[in-house]
C-alpha cells in the first residue's frame, strides 16, 4: 500500500502560478494529478510515468507542468497562467502499472489516492 500526501495549495489570483507537490511512501510507475470543482466529476489533469512520458488535459495544456522524482517518490504539478476554472481540490493518484501507451487519465486506472489540495483562483 502507498500513501499519497499532496502539499502546495492555496489562493492565487488569476494569472498566478502554484506549484504542487505529492509524497509518496512508496515507489510507483505511473502518477497523476486529478481534480474536482464542486458539483463536477473528478477530471485527470496531467500524467507522468517513470520514463518520463506525460499526458495532459487539453484544458492545461501549456500552462501546467508535471514532473516524477523518482528517486524521492515525489510528484509535482508546476500551475501557470491560472484560471477561475482551475479552482478545485487537486488529488494526487497512483498505480505501480507501466502503459504501453502515455500514462492515463483515467480515474478507474489509479489505486492509490491522496486526500486533496485545495487551490482557489480568483
Known amino acids: 500500500h502507498v500513501q499519497l500526501v499532496e502539499s502546495g495549495g492555496g489562493s492565487v489570483q488569476a494569472g498566478g502560478s502554484l506549484r504542487l507537490s505529492c509524497a509518496a511512501s512508496?515507489?510507483?510507475?505511473?502518477m497523476a494529478w486529478f481534480r474536482q470543482a464542486p458539483g463536477k466529476e473528478r477530471e485527470g489533469v496531467a500524467s507522468?510515468?517513470?520514463?518520463?512520458?506525460?499526458s495532459y488535459a487539453d484544458s492545461v495544456k501549456g500552462r501546467f507542468t508535471t514532473s516524477k522524482d523518482n528517486a524521492k517518490n515525489i510528484l509535482y504539478l508546476q500551475m501557470n497562467s491560472l484560471k477561475p476554472e482551475d479552482t478545485a481540490m487537486y488529488y494526487c493518484?497512483?498505480?505501480?502499472?507501466?502503459?504501453?501507451?502515455?500514462?492515463?487519465?483515467?480515474?478507474?486506472?489509479?489505486?492509490?489516492w491522496g486526500r486533496g489540495t485545495q487551490v482557489t483562483v480568483s
Open positions: 512508496g515507489y510507483t510507475y505511473t
Open positions: 493518484a497512483a498505480v505501480y502499472r507501466r502503459y504501453t501507451r502515455y500514462p492515463p487519465l483515467i480515474k478507474d486506472e489509479y489505486i492509490f
Open positions: 507522468i510515468d517513470s520514463e518520463r512520458r506525460t
